[in-house]
């Protein structure tokens, strides 16, 4: 099966991804408050790096050179923080759960549904997260002030865009994992990406060796776009972080898709 038919089989609106959508609202209506967990973690960061620290730094350097308050640099990038939060926790530990001890898909595959549909559904389900974050975060950035372009209305698709990044490729991961131990590598992976994605410095103060891996980082490229809706700071290389985001998006979708087949189905 070549790439191409691969994603033409991926991509388009898949009819069953519906009921997992429905499936999981149905769940998760009566432990609303442990989808809303996530959310919290970074607003706390915006409020004691943010603003603690930034009474002390005061102004840096913008994305167009210009000096801006340090709070209204952090805070996109938190905002980004938000998002692949939220695409995370509900792309790893609950896909696993419902894979492996659960076994929710087999009992969905015994139904017309294909493992298509699933994989469509969860990532969906999970960007949804994602964006739930992020709208509660973009809204207290508006009501701190730091929303300072109208741009900052496109901050909210970006940001769906970040969680169907992580939300595909963490699925992607999560159907290669055997135990609860490889979650280890979650965190592992999730935050160094948090710290070193030019979350909390201009990415120029960073030595050029750690520059060049920043620009690998998924992150990075969601926080850019963020930073510059937010701002108001927009030019050409944004095409550039939304086409990598997408591809990783893509990608995710491919492999878990496959992954799912395989392990279902055979």
């Known amino acids: 099966m070549t790439a191409a038919t691969l994603v033409a089989r991926v991509l388009p609106p898949v009819a069953g991804a519906r009921r997992i959508l429905e499936r999981n609202y149905l769940v998760y209506r009566h432990v609303w408050l442990i989808v809303f967990s996530g959310f919290f973690e970074p607003l706390f960061y915006l409020f004691s790096i943010g603003i603690g620290i930034g009474r002390l730094v005061g102004d840096v350097t913008g994305p167009d050179g210009t000096a801006i308050p340090y709070t209204a640099f952090v805070a996109p990038a938190l905002l980004g923080a938000a998002a692949m939060n939220g695409a995370v926790y509900e792309s790893t530990f609950n896909i696993f759960f419902k894979l492996k001890f659960g076994k929710v898909y087999d009992a969905i595959l015994a139904t017309p549904m294909r493992p298509t549909d699933v994989a469509v559904g969860e990532v969906i389900w ?96 969601g926080v850019e776009i963020l930073r510059a809706f937010t701002l108001g700071t927009l030019d050409w290389s944004l095409v550039g972080h939304v086409g990598f985001l997408t591809a990783m998006g893509v990608g995710g979708m491919v492999v878990a898709a496959r992954r799912l087949e395989s392990l279902l189905l055979t």
């Not at 964006?131 to 741009?151: D, E, Q, R």
Request: charged letters at 5%; proline letters at 5%.
């Open 126 to 221: 999970s960007l949804l997260r994602g964006a739930i974050y992020a709208a509660g975060f973009l809204a207290v950035m508006a009501a701190m002030g730091l929303v300072t372009s109208w741009w900052g209305l496109a901050a909210l698709p970006a940001a769906v865009l970040i969680g169907f990044a992580f939300a595909a490729v963490g699925m992607a991961a999560t159907t290669f994992m055997r135990s609860w131990q490889d979650f280890d590598l979650v965190q592992l992976v999730t935050l160094p990406l948090f710290l070193f994605s030019a979350t909390f410095y201009p990415l120029d103060v960073y030595p050029e060796t750690i520059q060049v891996v920043t620009r690998f980082s998924p992150l990075y490229h």
